[in-house]
């Protein structure tokens, strides 16, 4: 029996199909792997010999092997398969089978950039804003066209804006550029007394804590207090000393890195000068005043019933100061201090709430930075004197100022002076009264060197005295 298969060489006519014969010999056991003998057909095998290779589509293709041959048995049935002559050139010669992957090789998901990917909180966000802003712009679009033609925008309000004056660019030489800079370093000061809370002002004197104020205001305190800044926050404070004739006191505070003021000339100011009054009056805090120098050198007698009496020769201003306002600083057109506001005029009766009318009187810086610079370093202020005494009521009559006695030993007697001598001018500055001589001396630090004018008879003489410490 044959496996459908007919073998022929190329060109050979076919032979008819022939039953097999019964009992054919086999052509026994196949021959060893490298003898050289072909192996033999089993029974039911037909070979018809060698033939040359197949042309046409499948040549070189190899050639079947007859089921039942000793190479059939020596291979699966498969192995040949690349060798079936009904196969299709185009299938795949091999079957691929999955690799199995061990677990944790699996290699790391690569993402495709240009994927759509889920959106983000930041898009989630964007969409309803963008949405909002939409609705938003429409919305006004939609109003204005309903109030033009309501006829609510036929008004228009105000001119045209234009570039603003010089004085509303705050710049630094102007007057809010000046209190800008003035403001942080002043301050509130409270003291608790039998009579209650009494309130004044102050300015920082120093980096480490000073701070210049009125001796009225901290007059009838233990010697604590309590500083209120700028910025709202508050500190203790003690009484470092005080003055009551010169009426200048010093507290310090426990507090460092604070921002001093700058200190002017007094001296060189002149009638009709801009000036800022800051402080606290009636209790408001950080409030600033403008005016200008209204006369200078205005001597000033002042004090309580039962206190000390204070002279100085003040600097006048027109600028609002109200109680509350003692001890603030006055300063100038470029932010200095040139005095402590301490006084004011006023119409009201004795015992009654005195307010501003645009008389305040300041002592000057001068005479102010020098009797702090003696509290900080000795606790008391020295008190210049010329070393002789003014005459009562009426003294001054006909002009200038008599003296009543002179001390042998002191200033006025070194310069020639004597008693009945009248003082006209003193450096320079009339005396009328007695307080004028007095408070312009206090004026002026102990070993100046000033100008008297004075009248002895009929005749003028010029003298120079130099001014010396009170001896107590």
């Known amino acids: 029996m044959t496996d459908g298969w007919e073998w022929r060489r190329d060109g050979e006519t076919p032979a008819p199909a022939r039953p097999p014969e019964a009992g054919a010999p086999s052509a026994g056991p196949p021959a060893a792997p490298g003898s050289g003998t072909a192996p033999v057909p089993s029974a039911g095998d037909t070979v018809a010999g060698p033939s040359p290779a197949p042309t046409g589509p499948y040549a070189g293709a190899p050639r079947p092997t007859a089921i ?5 048995d020596a291979s699966p049935w498969w192995s040949d398969a690349l060798g079936d002559p009904w196969r299709d050139p185009a299938a795949p010669a091999a079957v691929v089978v999955p690799q199995v992957v061990a677990a944790g090789t699996e290699p790391e998901p690569v993402t495709d950039p240009d994927a759509p990917g889920r959106p983000t909180l930041r898009h989630l966000l964007l969409i309803p804003v963008i949405t909002a ?8 679009a939609l109003g204005y066209a309903f109030a033009v033609r ?3 925008a036929g008004t228009v309000l105000g001119a045209q804006a234009a570039e603003p004056p010089a004085l509303a660019q705050r710049r630094p030489e102007s007057l809010a550029g ?4 003035v403001l942080p370093s002043v301050v509130t000061i409270r003291v608790s007394s039998l009579g209650g809370i009494s309130e004044g002002s102050g300015f920082i004197a120093s980096a480490d804590g000073h701070v210049i104020t009125n001796d009225h205001v901290v007059a009838n305190s233990s010697g604590k207090a309590s500083v209120v800044f700028n910025d709202g926050s508050s500190a203790p404070a003690t009484v470092v000393g005080q003055d009551p004739e010169s009426d200048i006191a010093v507290i310090k505070v426990n507090r460092t890195g604070l921002r001093p003021v700058e200190f002017g000339d007094s001296d060189a100011l002149a009638v009709g000068d801009p000036v800022l009054a800051v402080g606290s009056p009636l209790s408001l805090a950080n409030t600033v005043t403008a005016g200008i120098v209204s006369a200078l050198d205005r001597t000033m007698q002042a004090g309580e019933p039962g206190g000390p009496v204070r002279y100085y020769a003040a600097i006048q201003t027109d600028a609002a100061v109200n109680h509350g306002n003692s001890g603030g600083p006055l300063v100038d057109g470029a932010g200095r201090v040139v005095g402590v506001n301490s006084t004011i005029k006023s119409l009201v009766a004795e015992g009654q709430e005195a307010g501003n009318i645009g008389l305040a009187f300041a002592i000057p810086i001068n005479q102010a930075k ?10 008391k202020a020295r008190r210049t004197v010329i070393g002789a005494q003014v005459g009562g009521p009426g003294a001054g009559a006909g002009g200038g100022v008599r003296l009543a006695a002179v001390e042998p030993s002191g200033p006025a007697a070194g310069a020639g002076l004597k008693v009945g001598d009248v003082i006209l001018k003193l450096d320079g500055r009339p005396t009328t009264e007695p307080t004028d001589l007095i408070a312009l001396v206090r004026k002026f630090a102990p ?26």
Do not use: H
């Open 447 to 472: 070993g100046s060197v000033v100008t008297v004018e004075f009248r002895r008879g009929s005749a003028r003489r010029n003298t120079s005295v130099t001014l010396a410490a009170d001896a107590k």
């Open 68 to 72: 039942g041959s000793a190479a059939a």
């Open 133 to 140: 802003l939409l609705a938003g712009t429409l919305g006004g």
């Open 150 to 152: 309501g006829g609510a």
């Open 178 to 181: 000046v209190a800008e800079r």
């Open 370 to 379: 020098r009797v702090t610079q003696e509290i900080i370093g000795t606790g």
